[in-house]
């Protein structure tokens, strides 16, 4: 198999790569080494002085740093490296104190990668929690913030507790976000030197600082350097999904009722192709498992015209119709309950595919979450519109390092460097591994594999080896666990659905005996001892915190007991690893196999597999199940084969490289709208902060008035031929101003003159109203029409692109790249975004009259979802409606751009609108 060389020989570079990386990083390991002497007789006060001695060299030398970003990274981590030797010298001291953990000299290596902002892959129970301690803290003495993400809640808190020992002892102050948490609270552990955290609250809080009215709430400090836990889960499986704040939308949900019970009636058909190549198709709809689609056909179409009564789909005026029948045909054939979602408390929850963790809170978008809460049954809730959205992938690359940890890394170094810059580097384990990975077998049904699964696992258990049985879905674990009642087997299943008490369940699965059932990956980040873990099973048994004495005498006892079965696991094999399935990418196959072996401890792994597993039936090649059925498969009789477990590989080699050209098409759109929305979030703080107020008001008046001086007094036309009717009503809309207030000679009347007449007029009144609010109420008046004129362009603008991407997507068949496309026409909105926002913001501060009314900041309803009260203004004040743009199209038009000409590019490149995008956009209509 040439194909094999080649991995062979890949590997052979790859791995020589790796180890060049660690051979690079050894002189530094003695040299921290050969600290140590002069370390570990220190006192803890010493120590600690000596820490603070550090600290206040790092902090003056990093007192001020460089305007430009790449500059500023490159200065801070000089002045680190410079002292990374000996900060972790004593790290390493103050964990051996604090937590009674020395770090191996591997971990050394790990925490160096990290600090230089790469991923260091090390395997699973090579403590990874305390590597991180060494680039957090050295990092941290800047004072500027270091975030470490993790996959959820209860690690944020564990790991914060557990190595906040080491960073307290150290004096440097730890935080830890959670889900519930009030923002002064969120906003104290944003201050610390270390914040913990899952990567959905980062998000979150980011989006969420940025719809503040208050520039004193905003919680985050910064995105300076980030450490991301389990890395791969969350920036390749989990950036799949966007952060998304929603608010509901006037859609009617009773339109996802009525089209749901239509759907039942479709028959699923098939397309063929006769011999001359024309495509013609069957029944209603057509399935397409690999690329996850199902379409209507023709005669499906005509179905649901005449089951909803409806003359014509396509007809515009049935575009809503349309997509809620399309996402109810989805919701019934592709979204399976149990499989890709489950219904508690009434809700639709998202299982997440790969992890198998439940994701309450997130919601498919454009309906579909709709759709699937109609075919269940449940109550729907309103449809959100998105109010403020990032993907983890533009989250994270804010941040001016970033760097992260996993043991399943290399099989996506691809995507790493291409997105994020991240470099993977492979760190070798502190003990050799020893674990024995077994070539996969295969049934040739579902059934016979479930049956060979049990008689292993009643094999095993008798033998007395523990063994964790991995499964692809909640429903198979639970049809596996009565298989296993039925034959009375003790065993526990870990689904997701009992979150809480995965972490506890599954620190036992190294017990004798023990027969644990997870969905793939659920408790991840639990170390399973072999033996047991005597702590866990003191807690169930007694809470330290309440009965701390019983809690210890019970820890003894179960050491004792521990070490006992420690043994006996040992010798029976250590922890088996029994895979049921094989996942489409590999990496994920690995994370399970990786829960065995940990620390050079004894175990093995097997994936025992069926043809009518879904990979194996979407992806696997038609060949390889001829030659398997050549073999002469018999039932119950399976096939060892590494030539199958390669040709796997091989299938999902294919999936994950194209799930890679999934997310990168994805990020590909959204990096459009995320330089408008930085560009827009940066408008916001400076509105916000107070560095911009006035001069952008000054500036929108010359645009709005100039625009309507162009567009009813052309410098072509004779000052006779000037519309003077409609320059008066353009004033009085947008300025409440009336031509006569204005001292406008006529009779000598020239464009300048005209504009100077009027400018000076604007600016009077402007002056004027500012006295009688009195200057504090018009200023903070200004800001507030500011930012929620903002803030309600900018959701509708989401909305367009939203659309805008829908609509783009057919238009790919007229032979144009939709991508460009998209980037051109999104552009164009978000300069006619501009414009409104300008016209608005003027009309609303020269026409709104003072009610003394404080803004009231928007309610913040669920950590998850913002509840947006439609625009106070828009709400309270019907003339907001009569805005340019929004209604009459009688108004202005305007012949140059309006992003601010001095703004920043809304393309990104960083230099001013008018030297980008900008410049040479003079004259001609808009
Ligand atoms: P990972 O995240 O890499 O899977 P963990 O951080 O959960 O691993 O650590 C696994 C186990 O190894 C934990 O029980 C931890 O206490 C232990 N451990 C890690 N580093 C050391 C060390 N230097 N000395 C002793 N025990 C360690
Ligand atoms: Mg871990």
């Not at 674990?477 to 065993?491: A, D, F, G, I, W």
């Amino acid at each position: 198999m040439p194909n094999t060389v080649v991995d062979k020989v890949l590997e052979f570079f790859l791995g020589s790569r790796h180890e060049r990386e660690c051979k690079r990083l050894a002189p530094r390991v003695a040299e921290i080494n050969a600290l140590e002497p002069e370390i570990a007789p220190l006192s803890d006060e010493a120590l600690r002085a000596r820490f603070a001695g550090v600290r206040e060299r790092v902090r003056s030398a990093t007192a001020e740093l460089p305007a430009d970003a790449v500059e500023r990274r490159k200065h801070v981590q000089a002045v680190l490296d410079d002292n990374l030797a000996e900060v972790f010298a004593v790290v390493r001291e103050a964990g051996r104190r604090a937590l009674g953990m020395r770090h191996f000299d591997v971990q050394l290596v790990g925490g160096m990668v990290l600090h230089e902002g790469k991923i260091s892959e090390m395997k699973t129970g090579e403590g990874k929690t305390l590597v991180a301690t060494l680039p957090v803290t050295l990092n941290a003495m800047t004072g500027r913030g270091v975030h470490v993400v993790t996959v959820n809640d209860y690690l944020a808190r564990r790991d914060s507790e557990w190595m906040g020992k080491v960073y307290t002892f150290l004096g440097l102050t730890v935080g830890c976000i959670q889900n519930q948490m009030a923002d002064a609270d969120r906003k104290a552990a944003y201050r610390a030197d270390i914040t913990y955290g899952t990567n959905n609250e980062f998000g979150f809080d980011y989006l969420r600082d940025n719809m503040k009215f208050d520039a004193d709430t905003m919680v985050q400090r910064g995105h300076i350097y980030a450490i991301v836990d389990e890395v791969d889960s969350i920036l390749v499986d989990e950036a799949r999904t966007p952060l998304i704040i929603s608010g509901p939308s006037e859609l009617s949900v009773g339109l996802y009722y009525q089209v749901d019970h239509i759907i039942p009636k479709f028959q699923r058909g098939e397309e063929i192709r006769d011999k001359y190549g024309n495509k013609s198709t069957t029944g209603d709809f057509i399935l397409d498992e690999k690329s996850h689609t199902a379409s209507l056909t023709e005669e499906g179409v005509a179905k649901a015209e005449k089951l909803l009564g409806v003359p014509n789909l396509y007809d515009p005026s049935n575009i809503e119709t349309l997509h809620a029948v399309q996402q109810a045909l989805r919701a019934h054939s592709l979204y399976q309950l149990d499989r890709d979602y489950i219904v508690k408390d009434g809700q639709v929850i998202i299982v997440d595919e790969f992890t198998g963790r439940l994701m309450p809170g997130r919601r498919w978008s454009d309906g579909l979450h709709q759709a699937v809460e109609a075919k269940e049954g449940v109550k729907i809730e309103a449809e959100n519109q998105t109010l403020a959205t990032i993907t983890l992938q533009n989250y994270f690359r804010m941040y001016e390092k970033l760097g992260g940890m996993t043991g399943t890394a290399e099989t996506e170094a691809d995507e790493f460097a291409h997105i994020y810059g991240l470099d993977v580097v492979v760190i070798p384990t502190n003990q050799p591994m020893v674990r024995a990975d077994h070539p996969d077998i295969i049934y040739r049904t579902e059934k016979e594999k479930w049956q060979a699964v049990v008689e292993e696992i009643i094999e095993l258990h008798e033998k007395g080896q523990p063994v964790l049985v991995g499964t692809v879905s909640i429903e198979k674990s639970e049809r596996l666990s009565e298989l296993l009642k039925r034959r009375n087997v003790p065993h526990v299943v870990l689904n997701a659905k009992y979150h809480e008490r995965e972490a506890a369940i599954i620190a036992q699965a190294g017990r004798h005996r023990a027969v644990t059932i997870a969905t793939n990956m659920a408790g991840r980040g639990t170390d399973i001892i072999l033996g047991g873990n005597p702590d866990g099973l003191a807690r169930a048994e007694h809470d330290p915190l309440k009965e701390p004495e019983e809690h210890a005498a019970a820890v003894e006892r179960y050491r004792v007991r521990c070490a006992d079965e420690r043994q006996k696991v040992l010798a029976a094999g250590g922890l088996h690893i029994l895979g049921t399935e094989r996942h489409e990418a590999r990496r994920i196959d690995n994370q399970l196999r990786g829960r065995s072996g940990r620390q050079g401890d004894a175990g093995s792994s097997r994936f025992v597999l069926s043809l009518e597993d879904d990979l194996m039936r979407i992806f696997a090649s038609d060949r390889l199940r001829e030659w398997m059925k050549h073999l002469g498969m018999e039932e119950g009789v399976p096939i060892e084969s590494r030539m199958v477990t390669r040709s796997i590989a091989r299938a999902q080699k294919q999936v994950e490289g194209r799930n890679f050209e999934v997310r990168k098409h994805l990020l590909q759109y959204d990096d459009v709208m995320n330089k408008q929305r930085e560009a827009v979030y940066r408008l916001r703080r400076d509105i916000l902060e107070g560095r911009e107020g006035r001069p952008w008001v000054d500036n929108a008046i010359a645009e709005v008035l100039g625009g309507m001086i162009d567009s009813h007094c052309p410098t072509e036309n004779h000052p006779d031929e000037w519309h003077r009717d409609d320059l008066e009503r353009g004033l009085q809309d947008s300025f409440g101003l009336s031509l006569a207030a204005a001292d406008v000679s006529w009779d000598h009347v020239t464009r300048p003159k005209l504009e100077e007449a009027l400018g000076a007029a604007i600016a009077a009144r402007l002056e004027e109203r500012e006295r009688s609010f009195g200057e504090d109420n018009f200023r903070s008046m200004q800001r507030w029409v500011m930012l929620s004129v903002l803030d309600n362009h900018w959701k509708e603008h989401l909305l367009m692109l939203d659309h805008l991407k829908e609509g783009i997507g057919m238009r790919a068949y007229g032979q144009r790249d939709p991508l460009v496309e998209y980037k051109r026409e999104s552009f164009e909105l978000f300069q006619e975004m501009m414009d409104r926002l300008e016209d608005q913001v003027v009309q609303y501060l020269f026409r709104l009259e003072l009610r003394q009314a404080q803004p009231q900041p928007r309610r913040v309803v669920q950590a998850r979802e913002v509840k947006a009260e439609a625009s106070a203004l828009a709400g309270e004040r019907p003339e907001a409606q009569h805005s340019p743009g929004s209604g009459t199209p009688t108004t202005v038009r305007r012949s140059t751009p309006k992003v601010g000409r001095n703004d920043p590019c809304p393309c990104g490149s960083g230099k001013k609108y008018k030297k980008c995008h900008g410049a040479g956009e003079g004259a001609g209509a808009a």
